[in-house]
């Protein structure tokens, strides 16, 4: 049985630095699930303050432009900030994004959404959905998780861009 | 950090803003608050760390359902972190447990708007702005 890493480190406390350790070095070796995480410093501060600073290789640059152009209503939160700033970090979600420079690490999450669409939550994607349909309710649930968009929960080294686990 | 320390002391248990004793951060911070709090207030005199614990700690009804209080996210210890509905943990507020707070005050007044908003379903007043900050200080 492969091992099964999400929320283990958690439950399991002892596990969890030997996990990650092997985990960083696999991932390295093949960069399948390498997102890069944002280098930014500006972008760090405003987009990673409320949650976990997602990297823009998880959704394509029409996604961060829209969500770039309604902070004021971002998921029930009011993220706005002035607009020279705002111009600053849509430049670069743009650009980073899985459609631009992100894609060539493979942000294959974004595959099989409609040219159309611009989906604005990456818990809403396909793949993603995929990817996590054997996760039980009550792992979502748990009080160290609380949301699906805490990534940082079960995948330790999220905020390094890895998310592999096998 | 002495003269921090004895400003912090001085707020709390007297409950008197030194005037310009001061040039850190906070300090002025508060200084612009104290300046609107009076206009706003003619029988305003000073800031109240107990006042601002009170504050704090409150459960108002305005904002969000799930985060009814500041304590809601940052912990009613505000020594110890705490916790966004995100999931994310949040550094302590109180200074003395995260020194780097405090020192931009844009950065002050963008999370005041944003969580008074959120937790109060309206804009702080400067007096409120004020105490919670005072009780922050002397943490």
């Not at chain 1, 770039?68 to 979600?93: C, R, V, W």
């Not at chain 2, 459960?59 to 359902?65: D, I, N, R, T």
């Amino acid at each position: 049985m492969k091992t099964k890493f999400p929320l283990r480190p958690i439950l399991v406390a002892g596990l969890a630095l030997t996990a990650s350790a092997l985990l960083w070095t696999e991932a390295v070796a093949d960069g399948k699930h390498f997102f890069p995480p944002v280098t930014d410093t500006k972008v760090v501060a405003e987009c990673g303050s409320c949650h976990m600073t997602f990297s823009p290789a998880m959704l394509p640059a029409r996604s961060w432009q829209k969500m770039m152009g309604d902070l004021g209503k971002h998921f029930g939160d009011d993220a706005s900030i002035d607009p020279q700033l705002n111009a600053e970090i849509t430049a670069y979600l743009v650009n980073n994004a899985a459609d631009a420079n992100g894609g060539r690490y493979g942000g294959k999450l974004t595959r099989g959404i409609a040219a159309t669409s611009a989906p604005l939550r990456i818990t809403e994607l396909p793949k993603w959905q995929r990817e996590h349909r054997e996760v039980p309710a009550w792992e979502w649930r748990h009080k160290e998780v609380r949301s699906k968009a805490n990534c940082v929960a079960c995948h330790v080294d999220a905020e390094r861009g890895y998310y592999d686990d096998d | 950090m002495k003269p921090k320390l004895i400003l912090a002391l001085a707020l709390s248990s007297l409950a008197v803003l030194p005037l310009a004793a001061q040039a850190g951060p906070i300090d002025a911070q508060l200084a612009t608050y104290k300046a609107a709090a009076a206009a706003a207030d003619a029988q305003f005199t000073a800031f109240s760390a107990e006042r601002g614990k009170a504050f704090h700690n409150r459960a108002f009804g305005g904002g969000k359902p799930d985060t009814p209080a500041c304590a809601s996210c940052h912990n009613e210890n505000p020594r110890a972190a705490g916790r966004a509905p995100t999931g994310k943990v949040i550094e302590p507020v109180a200074l003395s447990a995260t020194p780097t707070r405090y020192a931009d005050p844009a950065k002050v007044e963008k999370w005041f708007t944003r969580n008074c908003k959120e937790v109060l379903g309206r804009a702080c007043s400067p007096q409120e702005k004020g105490d919670w900050l005072t009780y922050m200080a002397g943490q």
